[in-house]
């Protein structure tokens, strides 16, 4: 059937050559695997970082096989909202800026544009397996009288209907079918496939009944849990279940399958296979096992013929934990690589993320591009790439990669402008090789004094702005604000016309 497939696309393009109707090349509609995981740092990645003690083979191997792009970026330096602007093309402070807590609603409007919604309107199978952390609709299981959940009072078994349907998760939002826990740290405990509880959480979540952590702590919320959850099955449950819906339908025409790992974030827990397998302590070795995940979905890709029509997407939400400190003190390996900054900051290590991109006959393989570019760029590239015209109101944050991804230049003569934000008044913006942030520092999460001492400071004297010129400056030890403020008043300008409700996106700008 794939190969059925292939020859149909083939004709399609013969047929439009014939009519005269294509009047630049056309690329045949390609499987998309986007594989997303979780607080991995940039310097995790063994292709991005020579000195990385945790060994990648697999996404060594993708990247080997297709394009790494070294300044890559999440809207956000936290979990929901990095999610949502990619699914929807939009930075997510242009609504929002904290993680959906445990029970809460759907991020999204009922008439949001996202990627799964446009790829299932072009005929593509649409399945997201893994972390969703995007909102439900729990309150419609809320049985009458139930209180609504608080961190003081949290959520008891007894307060929901269990077996009812829950509403505004994946299925409202465009994907065909769901299989995950939801968010491995968040209640629920238990197994969601499409919009229903497989089983009915009866217990409430006590870290006593789990085996030992390795690293870190639990961080789970309070809440109903099946009787008997383990935490250290998520992982490899889910990639069992991404294995088995390639093996099983794969080839029954087009998919997009999103596979949202719950890894390497905490609660740290590598399953024993793992467990010493690299030299960066038991993170370390979770990024083993979360690489060897991606390695069976590669293999899965092979075995079913689909490797070379299909385009795999690897990265991540933002960057690696505060737990990075201790490591590179314990361990000598800096999650961030050459970057500044860990999970939360506007620094640097805080949001650019690995992102690497395969595409057979198309992305020359090997290559590395250090052009700016942002998790919201998806929406408009795979729109370009099926001949979906996005209105000036749709995705309006989002470029289209396509030349970049075949090599070709981009038709601009003016650097791209990206911005990144955590919390609220707090935000950068990148354009070429500047990195203009809006207020006298980057950091969100606290560095321990030892670490503040050891890295150093990026100025001399507060400044009510900061600017990097990142080529020069990776790792952001010199703030430039004094010496460029011309630049800078620039940067501050366009910011400001984006955070006034300006779109970044060319089509969103067109007729201006």
């Known amino acids: ?113 996202t990627l799964p919604k446009t790829l299932q309107a072009q005929g593509y199978q649409t399945v997201a397996i893994g972390k969703w952390h995007l909102g439900w609709g729990w309150d419609a299981l809320r049985r009458d009288g139930a209180p609504r959940p608080t961190k003081q009072r949290p959520a008891q078994p007894e307060h929901y209907h269990w077996d009812r349907p829950i509403p505004d998760g994946p299925l409202a939002h465009g994907f065909d079918s769901y299989f995950g826990d939801g968010t491995i740290n968040f209640p629920p405990y238990g197994w969601i496939e499409d919009d229903r509880m497989v089983e009915p959480p009866t217990v409430m979540m006590d870290t006593a009944t789990f085996r030992p952590i390795p690293e870190g702590r639990w961080e789970f919320r309070d809440g109903p849990m099946v009787e008997g959850w383990d935490p250290y099955a998520v992982l490899p449950t889910i990639t069992d279940r991404a294995v088995a819906w390639l093996n099983d339908h794969g080839a029954d025409g087009l998919f997009f399958m999103y596979f949202a790992m719950p890894s390497p974030h905490a609660p740290i827990i590598p399953n024993e296979a793992y467990r010493g397998k690299s030299g960066a302590g038991a993170y370390g070795d979770f990024v083993v096992e979360s690489d060897a995940m991606v390695g069976r979905l590669l293999q899965a890709l092979d075995d079913n013929g689909l490797a070379d029509d299909t385009i795999v997407i ?122 203009f942030i809006n207020g006298p520092q980057g950091e969100h999460s606290k560095r321990p004094d030892w670490f503040r001492e050891s890295w150093g400071d990026p100025q001399r004297a507060p400044t009510p702005a900061m600017l990097f010129n990142l080529a020069d400056d990776p790792a952001q030890r010199e703030n430039l604000f004094v010496e460029y403020p011309e630049r800078a008043a620039e940067m501050r300008a366009l910011l400001d016309r984006y955070l006034g409700g300006q779109g970044s996106a060319p089509h969103a700008t067109a007729g201006d």
């Open 1 to 113: 059937m794939n190969s059925s497939r292939a020859c149909l696309k083939n004709l399609s393009l013969l047929v439009l050559c014939v009519l005269g109707l294509l009047t630049a090349p056309v690329l045949a509609q390609p499987n998309i695997l986007l594989i997303y995981a979780d607080d991995m740092g940039y310097g995790d990645l063994g292709a991005n970082n020579p000195e990385s003690k945790i060994p990648t083979p697999h996404l060594d191997r993708l990247a080997a096989e297709g394009l790494r792009l070294t300044d890559a970026h999440s809207s956000s330096g936290i979990c929901t909202p990095s999610r949502f602007a990619m699914l929807t093309g939009q930075y997510h402070w242009r609504r929002f800026h904290n993680i959906s807590g445990s029970f809460g609603g759907s991020v999204f409007e009922p008439d949001d544009l």
């Open 314 to 435: 690897f990265t991540s939400d933002n960057g690696p934990e505060v737990y990075a400190f201790e490591r590179w003190r314990d361990h000598g390996h800096w999650s961030s690589g050459p970057l500044r900054g860990v999970k939360r900051d506007l620094w640097e290590g805080g949001h650019r993320v690995p992102f690497v991109v395969r595409w057979p006959g198309v992305v020359e393989p090997g290559r590395v591009s250090d052009e700016t570019v942002s998790q919201v760029d998806l929406v408009a590239t795979f729109a370009a790439l099926l001949g979906v015209e996005l209105t000036r109101d749709e995705a309006i944050d989002s470029h289209d990669l396509l030349p970049l991804l075949r090599g070709e230049p981009s038709g601009s003569s003016a650097p791209r402008a990206t911005v990144q934000n955590t919390r609220p008044n707090a935000y950068a913006l990148r354009q070429g090789e500047w990195l």
